[in-house]
């Protein structure tokens, strides 16, 4: 059985990098079919499982295939295709075409041949058969909200850091990162990025016994520092990427571009409340909270990073030349290690973990039930008459 | 081209189509992506790791028609002693695609892994060509089951002790108990769909009507179709329109299958949904607010023609089936109109029926004296209307044999 996760020689060395395209070129590729199915489904009013659900087997699909055998725009329309009929939320094809007609160039448009209808059809059953039919796909935003609910805290900043967590995911689908990481470890790392660049600490929570030295610690184990550290890069590199179009030789952008970023956006009065059990819409255009990062998808292209910014969080070693703490933060804390080096000598697979409750799936057989053949422990009489 | 061993190996035919998908130094994305008939040869040469061909078996012959293809028996090429169940995907005529309701059935199977729940083994494809338009067509890759209840139920020599029938029953609510527990309504139940392989290892099968439901903390009642079920194992909630049901459908079934282990052909055999709500007020009693106080709420309620004054008879009705006064006491609480009273799978499995003498024993040693593989779909039509009917086996005809067993064709 093929796991659906590659440590990061692997994703170097994708087919579409066999076919020649380059790395950046490839992640470029892989972030705009991200977010014409994110952008279309959002136009559809889809959930955010079912666009989430859609871009994990998109980034799926170009583990086997390459981006110069289907191009990337028609594959991300099946995609979510797929994944509407997946999670009940089924859009009629022609209308998904249509939609993703509208948010791209015509030019871009071309790559749907003279039948686009036909063409994801016929690529339905490639991306199924690419798949394996492993249809049922998990999401970080189930945990994010579980976990939210054991932690302790000021209501509203814990609801700001949540808020703040759920638009990080909702970027990290135009990474790789659901290809390296289980969901609960995505969860866990986009929500200890919030609660930094939230000023939100978490120093006690449900459920905390003397074994767990962060809250995570009740729900994954083994997750090192440094690898929630390299996770929230991944996504903090989304903001400092130019969406213009890059020559495939061309130098690779600045990499101080994070420090170079301008400080937290002021805030702009919006307030809205966010219920744990009524998770806020991908489809929002920003995220209600007024000092909540700016970054909705439409947001990253051209414009500047806005979030970017919140690297300053992070210890100066980590953005480049040093710069000092931001002055809400009394200084970097103790745990924070230096990040790698450069951002992908980082070759070997950490660690694997398990996690310590195993949420929901996979299916299991209840305990209470009795097992064939034995009297149950508590068996009420019922006279026959 | 030569066939790759890996995926990641295959090399892209650039080179056998000079020109064919521009220069592979082009900086625009869309020059670099293949034509047509590069594409096409792509799609046929391309071991896709993830999904076998059908090739790999050898279909042995047709055993029955499921909720959307037909259903094949065939051997493993790899491994001639190993039988598998093969079920076509159809898909001719779909406008959206692979069908929403095959996808709904793979992955609740992909959920579901239980000894009484058939075993999805893989997705298997045939090899896309010129001939299919470059589009497969798949195959859901079960273990195969040597029979199903409604087939050896159709056959007299089929005979089951009651140790046996508790066995039956047992496993079918395990099966229930497993399945609800994972939040899944099967809603298709019947004899049919209720596979037993040669060792008297009962399966669930055919979750083509299958969903998940919830139960809803939010108190927004579920919108389900109530199309669903055989009409003659259609409980009463649905007949009257409820569209916020569960798991206590599937349980109204398998009082019906269970009364069947004795009656040997279906209980109530209507013809229509309104003659279904008679046979059902006939066995159990006028459907009234006095037994089911919500009943009132249902859409068809007023609509359907209610019979009035009907005494409730299950016990009265079975006893001179099932003789036995657990089984009895059993199915008056699985044939209960009022869902919401209706005993659940683990209500159900808790009842004495099961922990008294004669103990559920294994069916093995009796369907070892059988071997010919009964399947509902192989056996004669079962007359409807008739509950004592007991239908005559044809004489086996077939040339194919595993094991021993027979495949009957007629």
């Keep these: ?385 | 081209m030569k066939m790759q061993t890996s995926s990641r190996d295959l090399e892209h035919n650039q080179n056998h189509h000079p020109g064919s998908s521009g220069s592979a130094t082009g900086t625009h994305p869309h020059s670099t992506t293949m034509n047509m008939r590069d594409k096409e040869k792509y799609i046929e040469t391309f071991l896709f790791p993830n999904c076998d061909l059908t090739e790999k078996y050898e279909k042995v012959t047709k055993i029955g028609q499921g909720t959307f293809g037909e259903v094949f028996k065939a051997r493993d090429k790899s491994n001639p002693k190993k039988f598998v169940a093969m079920k076509k995907v159809l898909m001719d005529n779909e406008k959206e695609g692979f069908p929403i309701t095959a996808l709904r059935e793979i992955r609740i199977l992909q959920l579901l892994k239980h000894e009484n729940v058939v075993n999805l083994i893989e997705i298997c494809r045939t090899q896309a060509s010129q001939h299919n338009r470059y589009r497969s067509t798949f195959y859901l890759v079960f273990d195969f089951c040597e029979h199903d209840l409604a087939g050896l139920l159709s056959n007299v020599n089929v005979k089951f002790s009651l140790g046996e029938i508790k066995k039956v029953v047992q496993q079918l609510l395990n099966g229930l108990y497993y399945i609800h527990s994972n939040k899944i309504l099967h809603r298709d139940m019947k004899a049919a769909n209720v596979l037993i392989t040669k060792n008297g290892v009962l399966k669930l099968a055919d979750f083509g009507l299958a969903r998940a439901f919830s139960t809803n903390k939010s108190g927004v009642p579920n919108r389900f179709t109530n199309r669903v079920v055989t009409l003659w194992y259609r409980p009463p909630e649905l007949l009257l329109g409820e569209r916020n049901y569960g798991p206590p459908v599937d349980l109204w079934g398998a009082g019906c299958i269970m009364a069947e282990m004795w009656t040997r052909s279906p209980i109530m055999q209507g013809n229509s949904e309104q003659h279904q709500l008679t046979l059902i007020s006939q066995l159990c009693g006028s459907i009234t607010p006095a037994v089911w106080p919500t009943v009132e709420t249902l859409d068809l309620y007023k609509k359907m023609d209610m019979p009035q004054k009907q005494k409730r008879k299950v016990k009265e009705r079975l006893t001179p089936y099932l003789k036995d006064p657990y089984a009895c006491d059993l199915l008056d609480k699985l044939l209960v109109l009022d869902p919401s009273k209706r005993a659940d799978a683990d209500t159900a499995l808790n009842h004495d029926f099961f922990w008294t003498d004669p103990m559920p024993c294994d069916l093995g040693k009796m369907l070892g004296n059988h071997t010919t593989s009964m399947f509902e779909f192989l056996a004669p039509p079962r007359r409807a209307n008739q509950m004592r009917h007991h239908s005559m086996p044809r004489p086996a005809a077939s040339t194919i044999t595993d094991g021993g067993y027979q495949d009957r064709v007629f």
């Design chain 1, 1 to 385: 059985m093929p796991g659906w996760y590659y440590d990061k020689k692997e994703l170097r060395h994708s087919p579409s990098a066999q076919d020649g395209i380059d790395y950046k070129t490839e992640m470029r590729y892989r972030k705009e079919g991200a977010r014409l199915i994110i952008n279309t489904g959002s136009k559809m009013d889809l959930g955010y499982n079912t666009m989430a659900t859609g871009v994990v087997y998109y980034h799926r699909f170009y583990m086997f295939h390459s981006f110069k055998q289907f191009p990337r725009y028609v594959t991300a329309c099946c995609c979510l295709f797929l994944a509407g009929k997946v999670e009940e939320t089924p859009k009629k094809c022609k209308d998904i075409i249509k939609t993703a007609k509208s948010l791209l160039t015509d030019q871009k448009f071309t790559t749907f041949g003279e039948d686009p209808k036909e063409e994801v059809m016929t690529l339905e059953r490639i991306l199924l058969q690419t798949i394996k039919f492993d249809l049922q796909v998990e999401h970080p935003y189930q945990y994010l909200l579980k976990y939210a609910k054991c932690l302790k805290g000021d209501k509203q900043k814990l609801q700001k850091m949540v808020q703040m967590a759920w638009t990080f995911v909702n970027d990290s689908l135009c990474t790789t990162l659901a290809l390296q990481w289980e969901p609960e470890i995505i969860a866990v790392a986009l929500m200890y990025l919030a609660g930094k660049l939230s000023k939100f600490e978490v120093v006690d929570w449900m459920g905390r016994n003397t074994k767990h030295c962060r809250w995570w610690d009740m729900f994954v184990e083994d997750v090192t520092m440094d690898l929630l550290e390299d996770i929230c890069h991944q996504v903090l590199d989304l903001y400092s990427q130019s969406d213009a179009p890059i020559h495939p030789d061309s130098p690779p952008l600045h990499s101080n571009a994070k420090q170079q970023m301008p400080s937290l956006r002021p805030s702009n009065g919006q307030e809205k409340t966010l219920s744990p059990d009524r998770p806020p819409s991908v489809n929002a255009k920003g995220p209600p909270l007024s000092d909540v990062p700016q970054f909705p998808y439409q947001t990253f292209t051209g414009a500047p990073p806005p979030a970017a910014a919140y690297a300053s969080v992070f210890p100066s070693s980590m953005a480049g030349p040093p710069g000092g703490p931001p002055p809400h933060l009394s200084g970097p804390p103790p745990h924070i290690a230096a990040p790698p080096p450069a951002v992908f000598s980082y070759v070997n697979h950490p660690p694997p973990f398990s996690t310590v409750v195993p949420p929901g799936a996979p299916p299991y057989f209840p305990a209470n039930a009795p097992p064939p053949g034995q009297p149950p422990q508590h068996r009420p009489y019922y006279p026959p008459q």
